[in-house]
């Protein structure tokens, strides 16, 4: 009901439950704005780079939002995941660090959190989070994004995590098949 404000940008999430032939969608509004400068109407007058600066901090902040947080609840995956001190953690596609970051605390201190993305900026922003955060055992990787990059292979993990990255996949049994010995060979999830 309120009026746009200039320069800031309303993101939401679709929430879609699909049971047989039965299919909802809820949407969920983050009700606050994102200002952020050089996102406009006259956004053309802004250079390219600013432009770019810009989308990054919307999609960083949208990726980080309390909503988001409140709907993936990320204190509950780490309890249902059991994490124990000394695991190695994949969790590809983090962007941001919604669940890396919350896993490396788990570990409390120990083993690994490796936070993976085929997107630069956010190895960089989880480099700088990690960097601001003390974090010992976050390290980002850039991957690459068709196929199975080979960093997943030449390393074994305790857990292997996504989320809302499986539709990016292209061909997902393949992937899955490759990514497998991946996995610890008796406790691996």
């Known amino acids: 009901g309120r009026p746009p404000l200039k320069g800031a940008s309303y993101f939401h999430f679709l929430i879609v439950d699909v049971d047989k032939d039965d299919v909802s969608v809820k949407v969920v509004p983050i009700i606050k704005p994102i200002p952020v400068k050089g996102i406009n109407n006259d956004s053309d007058k802004y250079p390219s780079y600013l432009r770019a600066q810009a989308l990054f901090k919307i999609r960083a902040l949208t990726l980080s939002s309390e909503e988001r947080q409140a709907m993936l609840r990320p204190a509950r995956v780490v309890e249902a995941l059991k994490i124990k001190p000394g695991m190695n953690i994949v969790d590809i596609g983090s ?6 970051f919350p896993f490396a605390d788990a570990l409390k201190g120990t083993g690994m959190v490796f936070a993976t993305d085929v997107d630069s900026q956010m190895t960089d ?10 974090y010992q055992n976050v390290s980002s990787v850039l991957v690459k994004a068709e196929g199975l990059d080979p960093f997943y292979k030449r390393n074994s993990f305790d857990i292997i995590f996504l989320s809302g990255v499986y539709n990016r996949i292209l061909r ?3 992937y899955f098949r490759e990514l497998r010995p991946s996995l610890k060979k008796d406790s691996g999830r």
Do not use: V
């Open 95 to 100: 962007g941001t660090g919604i669940f890396t």
């Open 125 to 134: 922003y989880i480099d700088q989070k990690a960097k601001e955060g003390k």
């Open 172 to 174: 997902p049994l393949d």
